[in-house]
């Protein structure tokens, strides 16, 4: 599935430009929701990113009995 946090992001309906507009003004006008979403997101990306996730994906791969090996799966 899609891994997404509300509190980290700015959610809005495809296409919807002015209620993207709302989310950044009130990011705009609130100092301590803008910090609060910006240390979210940082601690984010230490997690939700290309290589942590190959591991965890190779990881599972190996726990199913299969061999990979220099990022191919025999």
Known sequence: G??????AAILFPAGDVD???DGIR????????RRSRGV?????T???NWDVQAQR????????GLSVAEGAVE
């Not at 899609?2 to 509190?7: A, I, K, L, T």
């Not at 979210?40 to 984010?44: G, H, I, N, S």
């Not at 994906?57 to 199913?64: K, S, V």
């Open 2 to 7: 899609v891994q997404y946090v509300p509190q």
């Open 19 to 21: 209620a993207l507009a």
């Open 26 to 33: 009130t990011l705009l006008a609130d100092d301590k929701a």
């Open 40 to 44: 979210r997101l940082a601690a984010l």
């Open 46 to 48: 230490r997690v939700l």
């Open 57 to 64: 994906f190779l990881t599972h791969l190996r726990d199913a």
